[in-house]
């Protein structure tokens, strides 16, 4: 297995020194502007990735600011902490991470947040029971990709608008009113990617992709789920998990595998290869796409990767 990557106490002492640098530094570019830099005084909220970032700025509207530490294409579960990522965690009111062990690095992040600060883990919260992850060194823990389900992420929803509540009570109508036409968008998307893969012939609905990442999604739209390796916790690509999915993809006769946006296509070729299946992709999981992209929200996210899967399985 290969090794954590995490920062040690000196190096968390180097961090919260960074960001107590950076401070200063904003603030002496601040001071030395010809005209006074306005300062945001809404509250600010950190979320660990863009998909929680997506699902914040939907229900917080113009109230308070959100921002994330993963930044757009990155891996999520083995991030290191940047100056700036301390920075907004010391300056936060309220932190949003998805929980059941995603983010393996949410010590560091509790230690450079202040003490007051609440981490409200999203996922946890909705209640949904989780599937288990089937494969891998983290087999039967809980799978943390909740919000593959449009169904679920409506839950992530209902989660954010009552800690915004708790947070700013002032505004809790607008939580309320920006929650209510999310959660109601959510679950006409759910309708629409159902309907839309529908095209897709039961026979084709083997989604082989390197992570187990699609688990909800595929109970969401009936699709069996196949993956090199179960979560990017562990090894990734190693020749007996090749081995298992080149066996399978022969005999299902899968047609296609995919990539998903944050983690090479190397592991999927090695299959393709070996196969003669087709290599597609990518879809996303755990990372919208830059705003200009073909995936820059939550929403074009999922339809995207609608739109790829009826590609390459439809008829």
């Keep these: 297995m290969r090794p954590k990557r995490a920062l040690t106490g000196a190096a968390m002492k180097r961090g919260g020194g960074l960001a107590a640098a950076a401070l200063v530094v904003l603030g002496l570019l601040g001071a030395c502007g010809s005209e006074p830099v306005a300062e945001d005084e809404r509250p600010l909220v950190v979320a660990t990735f863009t998909i929680l970032q997506d699902f914040g700025e939907r229900v917080a509207g113009e109230h308070l600011r959100v921002r994330t530490l993963v930044p757009i294409g990155a891996e999520v579960h083995e991030w290191e902490l940047t100056p700036e990522n301390f920075v907004h965690l010391e300056t936060s009111s309220l932190v949003l991470y998805n929980g059941y062990n995603i983010e393996q690095w949410m010590q560091q992040a509790r230690s ?6 609440e981490f409200i883990a999203v996922a946890e919260r909705t209640g949904i029971a989780p599937i288990p992850i ?9 799978d943390p990709h909740l919000w ?3 169904r679920i992420a409506a839950q992530y929803l209902a989660v954010i608008r009552d800690v915004f509540i708790d947070l700013d009570p002032e505004n809790a109508d607008a939580y309320e009113r920006n929650a209510a036409e999310a959660m109601n968008r959510f679950k006409a998307l759910y309708e629409e990617m159902r309907e839309t893969l ?12 390197s992570e187990a990442a699609f688990l909800y999604f595929s109970d969401a739209f009936d699709f069996e789920h196949q993956a090199i390796w179960g979560t990017n916790h562990e090894d990734e690509g190693t020749p007996d998990q090749i081995v298992r999915v080149v066996n399978l993809v022969r005999e299902r006769e899968v047609s296609t595998v995919f990539y998903e946006s944050t983690i090479s296509d190397r592991h999927v070729r090695s299959v393709a290869e070996d196969t003669g299946a087709r290599v597609a992709g990518p879809l996303y999981v755990d990372s919208v796409s830059r705003p200009d992209g073909e995936a820059a929200d939550y929403i074009a996210m999922q339809l995207r990767n609608t739109e790829k899967l009826v590609e390459y399985l439809g008829p």
């Design 112 to 117: 450079a947040a202040g003490a007051d600060v």
């Design 198 to 209: 529908e095209i897709i012939p039961d026979e084709r609905r083997v989604l082989v992709t």
């Design 134 to 142: 089937l494969l891998g060194d983290y087999a039967d823990d809980p």
């Design 148 to 150: 593959m389900d449009p």
